[in-house]
C-alpha cells in the first residue's frame, strides 16, 4: 500500500470518492488513498438509494441540507454530462391528499423559494399537463430541477476519475485502526497526512477511534422499493406526498428512474443490523444488540412519535400496503403492476442521545488530523459533491473545521 499518504479516506461511497476527488483536483500529484472494504463499489448506501438529484426545497434554510443540496444538484448535473452518465430530466410534484396539508406544502414552497430553488405552486389543471397520473387536493408543488441518475453508474464513473487523476481506490480492504497521522489494515499501517471518515454505516465507529461522536448512536432504517413492470406504468415525473416535518423520511413515493423504470417505496423501518439487507443475511450479534438497546431510546424521544412511525412503516412491510399508500398519489400504481422487488437500502441514520432525537440534518465533526462525516443521509447522494467542495478548504489547511 505504500508507506504514506496526503489524504487517506475510509470509505468508498459517493462521499468518500468526491473528497479524494477535490483533493486531486485541486492539489495535482497528491498522494491519496480510497479504501473501501467490500470488492465493488457502490454495494452499500451509495448504489442502493433512489438516485434522484434532489433540489433542496424540504430543509431549513438555515441548515446544511438546504445549503449543500442545490449546489450538490448542480454540481451532480454538470459532472453526469462530463463523464457521460445517462441522466433524466424528470421533475417533481409534490402532492396534496386532502385540505390538512396544504399549509405543509406551502411551507415547504416557501422554504424552497428562500433556499433558492427554482419551484411553482400549481392547480390539479396545470398538475394534469405536468404529469396526467398524478392526483392532489386543490395544490401541488413542481419543482423542475429534480431529476434521476443511476447511482451505481455515478459512483462508478467518479472511482474511474479519482484512478485517471492518480488517486488510489483500494477495494476488498478493511481497516481495521486509525488514528491521528496513520491507518492500519491486513495489509500495514501506512502513514496519513489526514483522515476522512465517510465509512457510511460504520462511520460512528470509525469516529470513535478519534474520540470524535460519542453523543451520538447510529440507528439503522431500511428501505424497501418495489419495481412497477416496464411500461405498464406510463410515469413521466417523480411523484411525492408532503412529508412529515418531524422525522428525515419523504415518505413513499414513486420515482422514475434514469432507465425510465418507475418504483414505489421506500419504507423506513429500523433493521436489526446495519447490513441486515434480507433474511437473517448481515445480522452480526454486536449490531443486533445495539439496536436493542438504541431503539427505546427513539421511542422514548421525538415527543413519542417514534411509536407512530414504526405503526405507519411495519406495515409497509407487505406490499398491498406499500402500494395503498403510492395509490394516494397516482391512483393508477395498482399493486397487480409491482412484482419485482428493488435492491434494499439501509440508512446511515445518528440518534443524538442527549434528546434521544433522529439528527435531522447532516453532522461532519472535526477530530485530531481527520474529519469525519456522520450522517451524510438522503440528500447525501445529491449533496456529495458540493460537501466535498465545502470541507476541501479545512482539508488543505490541515484544520476541517475551517
Not at 71 to 90: D, I
Not at 141 to 150: G, N
Not at 197 to 215: I, M, Q, T
Not at 300 to 326: C, H, I, N, T, V
Request: hydrophobic letters at 40%.
Amino acid at each position: 500500500m505504500g508507506t504514506s499518504y496526503d489524504l487517506a479516506v475510509v470509505g468508498g461511497g459517493i462521499v468518500g470518492l468526491a473528497v479524494a476527488d477535490a483533493m486531486l483536483a485541486a492539489r495535482p500529484g497528491a498522494r491519496v488513498l480510497v479504501v473501501e472494504k467490500e470488492p465493488r463499489l457502490a454495494e452499500h448506501a451509495s448504489g442502493r438509494n433512489s438516485g434522484v438529484l434532489h433540489a433542496g426545497f424540504y430543509y431549513h434554510p438555515e441548515s446544511a441540507k438546504a445549503r449543500l443540496t442545490r449546489r450538490g444538484n448542480q454540481l451532480l448535473h454538470a459532472f453526469c454530462a462530463e463523464e457521460g452518465v445517462p441522466l433524466r430530466e424528470t421533475g417533481k410534484v409534490v402532492v396534496t391528499t386532502g385540505p390538512e396539508q396544504l399549509p405543509a406544502l406551502q411551507e415547504l414552497h416557501r422554504r424552497g423559494l428562500e433556499n433558492g430553488v427554482p419551484l411553482e405552486l400549481v392547480d390539479p389543471g396545470r398538475l394534469a399537463r405536468l404529469e396526467p397520473l398524478a392526483r392532489t387536493h386543490e395544490q401541488a408543488l413542481w419543482s423542475p430541477t429534480t431529476a434521476s441518475a443511476d447511482p451505481v453508474a455515478v459512483v462508478e464513473a467518479l472511482g474511474r476519475r479519482v484512478r485517471e487523476l492518480g488517486g488510489e481506490v483500494r477495494l476488498g480492504t478493511r481497516v481495521t485502526g486509525a488514528g491521528p497521522g496513520w491507518l492500519e489494515t491486513a495489509e500495514g499501517r501506512v502513514e496519513v497526512g489526514h483522515l476522512v471518515n465517510a465509512a457510511g454505516l460504520y462511520a460512528d465507529r470509525v469516529a470513535r477511534w478519534f474520540g470524535v461522536g460519542e453523543e451520538y448512536r447510529l440507528l439503522p432504517f431500511k428501505g424497501l422499493y418495489w419495481y412497477a413492470a416496464p411500461g405498464s406504468l406510463p410515469l413521466r415525473r417523480h411523484v411525492y406526498p408532503v412529508p412529515d416535518p418531524r422525522f428525515p423520511f419523504l415518505g413513499v413515493h414513486l420515482t422514475v428512474t434514469a432507465a425510465g423504470r418507475v418504483k414505489a417505496g421506500p419504507t423506513a423501518i429500523p433493521a436489526p443490523a446495519r447490513e441486515a439487507y434480507a433474511g437473517r443475511e448481515g445480522w452480526v450479534g454486536s449490531e443486533v444488540g445495539e439496536v436493542a438497546r438504541t431503539l427505546p431510546r427513539f421511542l422514548a424521544g421525538q415527543r413519542r412519535a417514534g411509536p407512530r412511525l414504526l405503526a405507519e412503516e411495519l406495515p409497509k412491510l407487505s406490499r398491498r400496503r406499500l402500494l395503498a399508500q403510492a395509490r394516494r398519489l397516482v391512483p393508477a400504481a395498482h399493486e397487480g403492476l409491482f412484482h419485482e422487488r428493488g435492491r434494499p437500502g439501509i440508512r446511515a441514520q445518528l440518534l443524538d442521545l442527549r434528546d434521544n432525537r433522529l439528527e435531522m440534518d447532516f453532522v461532519v465533526r472535526p477530530g485530531p488530523a481527520s474529519t469525519h462525516v456522520l450522517n451524510a443521509v438522503s440528500p447525501g447522494w445529491t449533496t456529495a459533491l458540493a460537501m466535498a467542495e465545502e470541507l476541501l478548504p479545512g482539508i488543505l489547511a490541515g484544520d476541517p473545521s475551517h
